[in-house]
């Protein structure tokens, strides 16, 4: 049966194809190719097959759709998540399609096409029998990775829910990074961690009976495909496709896969995070 599409739906098909792919930038029209900036050491969203050494992930599958939309080739690179941004502003790269947080500070050199929604979350060791609400947290060490926003959300929670209510700041432990802060969470050098909300699920199966979360995430962020902001015109044709993934059920079936469909995005928005 595969091959075997009605031929008004292929029309249909190539007919989007082409507009969205009449709104890209010359440049990108004339190589034929997106190159793309992807970091994979963040499961579910990026990360490469144990079994084969290849990337995969929500972001990689999400990736390689839009550009099937956009009637380009795509063209992955790995780029250390510090060198994401200087990267995209100067050119080496297209697009950052990496799980990267929009925030505000970020959108003064990047324009972000928001495609999901996360927040932080504190998670333990599941023997750590002290530490089973938030509030619990108060006084104790807590490891992020200092690459992240996670480290000042942390610090403005604390002020507000332990030192406001005459309890001991949380120690916020700035990390190399999500898997440091793992390695020091089962060393005991730090008494609780905290991860995008995201990446939780998949931890757990990866490490059973080992973790659990801590509460609620302690906030909402939204999950962004970096452009250039020199680039406006490719920002909108990402848009645009993703939008049609997401009103024709593609977008959900990527994310159902990943079992991460509770942070779905109904409409695609620019720049909404903060």
């Known amino acids: 049966m595969k091959n075997l599409l009605i031929p008004a739906v292929v029309a249909g098909l190539m007919a989007s194809s082409v507009t969205w792919a009449a709104e890209l930038p010359a440049s990108i029209k004339a190589k034929g190719e997106i190159v ?9 969203m990026d990360f490469k097959d144990p ?24 063209k992955w690179q790995e780029t250390g998540f510090e060198q994401m941004i200087n990267a995209l502003t ?13 925030t505000a500070e970020r959108q003064q050199s990047v324009t972000f ?9 504190f998670y333990t060791l599941q023997k750590n029998k002290d530490t089973n609400e938030i509030a619990d947290l108060c006084g104790k060490k807590v490891g992020t990775s200092r ?5 000042a959300e942390i610090a403005e929670w604390s002020k507000a829910n332990c030192e406001a209510k005459g309890k001991p700041a ?18 005991s050098r730090i008494d609780a961690a905290m991860q995008g909300s995201e990446t939780l699920s998949y931890l757990k199966t990866q490490e059973k009976d080992t973790y659990k979360t801590v509460g609620q995430p302690i906030s909402v962020q939204f999950s962004g495909l970096g452009v250039s902001k020199k680039k406006p015109e490719l920002s909108e044709a990402v848009k645009v496709a993703l939008q049609s993934m997401v009103d024709d059920g593609s977008y959900q079936a990527i994310l ?10 109904k409409t695609v928005t620019i720049n909404a995070g903060k």
């Open 170 to 187: 949380i120690n916020v432990i700035g990390t190399e990074g999500s898997a440091d802060a793992r390695a020091q969470l089962r060393q």
């Open 90 to 102: 100067t050119d080496r790269v297209d697009v950052v399609l990496s799980g990267m947080t929009d």
């Open 51 to 74: 079994a084969t050494n290849t990337l995969t992930g929500l972001d990689y599958d999400l990736g390689n759709a839009l550009a099937e939309r956009l009637g380009v080739k795509i």
């Open 36 to 44: 793309v900036a992807i970091m994979p050491n963040y499961p579910p």
């Open 256 to 265: 159902k896969k990943w079992d991460l469909e509770l942070g779905a995005i």
């Open 113 to 121: 096409v928001d495609y999901f929604t996360s927040g932080p979350q």
């Open 147 to 151: 690459r992240t926003t996670f480290p």
